[in-house]
């Protein structure tokens, strides 16, 4: 059966797109729509045309998932200008999510009416792409040429009043039945005799203004990770296009830009996290828990970051820390998160205090009772952590889900002190925890199904991605920042700068290079906590560098000096005196320095990252290679662009990976550079990682 239904509701045709879960615009979809419009068109006694889309939303733009496939007919951009040369008035009825081709096909409609829960944007550039069917010969048509830049440079979409002052919208509906009242409009559309109004016949606004001149400025306004999209780049020559050529040329242009775009690594990275960033959060089938009490133990930065998470979602938090004055500096940051979220305009004053008011506080463990879900968030130690999980084993009403918010420890360990392991995982939040988007949610052997759903649930609530992990050292996200770090430490000792190697991190698309990480956070942190690893590598070269800062009381930025020097506004330079100091513990460790290439420092980081994934896929640590890529990304600042360590590997080519792996294995030792197995087979037999989860996949659907 056809997604497309045509109705006739008297002279009016109404096409309804019905193609959940978001109507996106499949093969199936145009062809549906191609048959309905000429129907409608062609039919004397149809005096107007209404496209709705059926469920939730309009039509949330074209269909990713055909983006790998060869193209088949019709075309969007063609199907649109089909479209908006109906000879009759097309009205587009929108409601929920209008994007991407979605807004591209109200935007060749002759007039648009919208419900206020409407969201209207184009966020191709979300995924490497630029809008192919229109959006951007025709939006600057209606907003002009800055402002149809800014909405598809950003990819952020606008809310009812603002696509309203836009002028993107010609009549305001209200709340009730978007079906009806835009059938209403097109009646009265007909009744004041209104004709078919196309926006390709509208003048590109201040033509003149639109020049060389404007664009230059344009891309010089851009922020630095706005210029690494290639996409925004050719978003500009489309513009250009559009300012220059006529309608059907710049039309024609912005296809072939946009197909540029398509074939793109930048875009395939991007598409792949699109369904890997979906596919994470999927639980195991079994029903979540309510959680609406949460108790958050340890007011320190994560626990107030992690409790600030929760009221700004609905949720009421009772936030405890034995120290009285650790609960008021929590609770002052907590409040100064939400003055700073209103200040930034991302959250509503009101809605600000409403989040204050479901805060609770106490010095008293016993306050947690009555809670769905408890997350502790003190000291990192197991000992302590231990006698908090004992405690709360006492205290907490049976079926709440008692996470603990360790990094490092064995939640397995922390579990075994209740008798109610079931209900025991991990949430391992990033900080700030009120702003990074990831949660590792730690998989104990005794968890149960429900309590990770409770877990996965909760994150969602709050806006965040939850991976679940299983438990080992660091999990997934730090046991490979080990990896990846050991690589830098060990570099640093061979002779290359600290700044070095960050900036030739920073330039391959890493957020931030690993050694202002490390002083961004502390290096006292890693340091203790590498004091109570039990499975360090014996080598006394293992993070020598950061040791050796640390015990200098050099913490990063805190103290003013780690790796870098920092001036009074916080900027951070480096330090003339640490390549000596660095020189005389690699003598003293026997480490010759020699000159290190940019390539050699990529690689290093790169593939020792990936090496651990691999072992991590093997032991069954991480669920697909896909996770990996979305903790790497939404925790630790690895490049969207790039799709993830496990992706990147993908792209490069397994047998490129491992002849460099067994390169620096020759060169470093067998001790960090064995290849792990995985990698070695799937390198060995021509395949990738993606393929080896597509098989494992396969198997798991026909088992
Ligand atoms: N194509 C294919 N599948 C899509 C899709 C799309 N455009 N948009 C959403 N989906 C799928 C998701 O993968 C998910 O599938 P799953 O249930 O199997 O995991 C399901 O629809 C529901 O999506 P979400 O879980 O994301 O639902 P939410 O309610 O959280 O969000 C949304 C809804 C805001 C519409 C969000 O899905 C979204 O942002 N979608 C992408 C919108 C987009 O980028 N549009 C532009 C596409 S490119 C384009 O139009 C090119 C054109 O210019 C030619």
């Given amino acids: 059966m056809s997604p497309v239904r045509l109705e006739k509701r008297g002279a009016l045709a109404l096409i309804i797109i019905d193609n959940p879960p978001v109507n996106a615009l499949s093969q199936p979809v145009r062809e549906g729509l191609w048959h309905a419009i000429v129907e409608a068109d062609e039919d004397a006694a149809v005096e107007a045309i209404v496209l709705h889309g059926a469920g939730r939303n309009f039509i949330a733009g074209a269909d990713i998932r055909e983006m790998d496939q060869p193209h088949r007919e019709p075309y969007l951009y063609v199907l649109l200008s089909r479209l908006e040369a109906c000879r009759k008035p097309v009205i587009a009825a929108l409601h929920g999510h209008t994007l991407g081709g979605g807004f591209e096909t109200a935007l060749a409609s002759h007039y648009r009416c919208a419900t206020p829960d409407v969201q209207i944007g184009l966020p191709e550039v979300k995924l490497g792409l630029l809008p192919g069917a229109g959006g951007v010969v025709r939006l600057p048509r209606l907003i002009g040429a800055k402002g149809a830049l800014d909405l598809i440079t950003s990819g952020e979409p606008v809310a009812f009043e603002r696509a309203c002052a836009l002028g993107l919208i010609d009549r305001a509906l209200g709340e009730g039945d978007v079906v009806e009242q835009a059938l209403s409009y097109a009646q009265e559309l007909i009744a004041s005799g209104a004709s078919p109004r196309r926006v390709s016949d509208l003048p590109f606004p201040d033509a003149d203004a639109a020049n060389d001149a404007f664009f230059a400025a344009y891309r010089k306004g851009l922020s630095r990770s706005a210029r690494r999209l290639e996409a925004v780049e050719r978003i500009i020559q489309a513009m250009q296009a559009a300012a220059t050529l006529p309608f059907d040329s710049a039309l024609v242009r912005s296809r072939e830009l946009f197909e540029e775009c398509r074939k793109s690594s930048q875009s395939a990275a991007l598409r792949h996290l699109f369904f890997a960033e979906r596919g994470s959060r999927e ?197 490979m920042l080990y990896a990846y770090g050991r690589e830098n430490q060990l570099m640093m000792l061979e002779g290359a700068a600290p700044e070095r190697i960050d900036r030739v991190l920073e330039e391959w698309g890493m957020a931030m290079g690993p050694n202002a990480v490390g002083d961004l956070a502390g290096l006292d942190v890693g340091y203790r906590v590498r004091r109570e690893q039990h499975n360090a590598p014996r080598d006394p070269r293992y993070y020598r560098v950061s040791d050796v800062l640390a015990e200098l009381g050099r913490y990063g930025q805190k103290t003013g000096r780690g790796f870098y020097l920092y001036t009074a506004t916080g900027e951070r330079q480096p330090d003339p005196q640490l390549p000596e100091l660095i020189r005389a513990e690699a003598q003293r460790l026997n480490v010759r320095q020699r000159e290190i290439s940019d390539t050699e420092i990529l690689e290093r980081c790169l593939y020792a990252l990936v090496n651990e994934g691999a072992r991590i896929l093997e032991e069954g640590i991480a669920a697909s290679p896909a996770d990996i890529d979305v903790i790497w990304v939404n925790g630790y600042g690895f490049p969207r662009t790039r799709g993830g360590p496990m992706f990147y590997a993908d792209t490069v080519g397994l047998p490129k990976v491992l002849e460099a792996i067994h390169k620096y294995e020759a060169e470093q030792g067998a001790q960090y550079w064995t290849p792990a197995p995985l990698l070695q087979e799937l390198a060995t037999r021509g395949a990738s990682f993606a393929s080896w989860q597509a098989e494992r996949e396969r198997q798991r659907t026909s088992a």
Avoid at 325 to 331: F, N, S, T
Avoid at 367 to 389: P, R, T
Wanted: hydrophobic share 45%; with cysteine; charged share 20%.
């Fill in 283 to 479: 639980g195991s089938g079994a029903a979540a828990r309510k959680v609406q009490r949460v108790a958050v133990l340890g007011a320190g930065t994560m626990g107030s970051g992690i409790a600030t998470s929760c009221v700004t979602s609905g949720l009421e938090v009772t936030l405890v820390d034995l120290e009285p004055k650790a609960l008021e500096a929590g609770v002052a940051r907590l409040q100064s998160s939400l003055d700073s979220a209103v200040k930034k305009g991302r959250l509503a004053p009101a809605a600000a205090s409403e989040a204050r008011a479901r805060v609770r506080v106490s010095t008293d463990l016993a306050a947690v009772a009555g809670s769905q879900l408890v997350i502790e968030a003190v000291y990192e130690n197991l000992a302590i952590k231990q006698d908090v999980f004992r405690k709360l084993d006492a205290v907490c009403d049976p079926g709440t889900v008692l996470a603990t918010n360790t990094s490092t420890l064995d939640v397995e360990r922390i579990a075994s002190v209740t008798r109610r392991p079931q209900d025991v995982l991990g949430m391992h939040f990033f900080s700030p925890a009120n702003v990074m988007r990831l949660v590792e949610i730690v998989r104990a052997r005794a968890t149960a199904p429900e309590t990770l759903a409770t877990a996965l649930a909760v994150a969602r609530r709050l806006g965040k991605i939850g991976v679940v992990v299983g438990n080992c050292f660091g999990f997934v996200g730090n046991r």
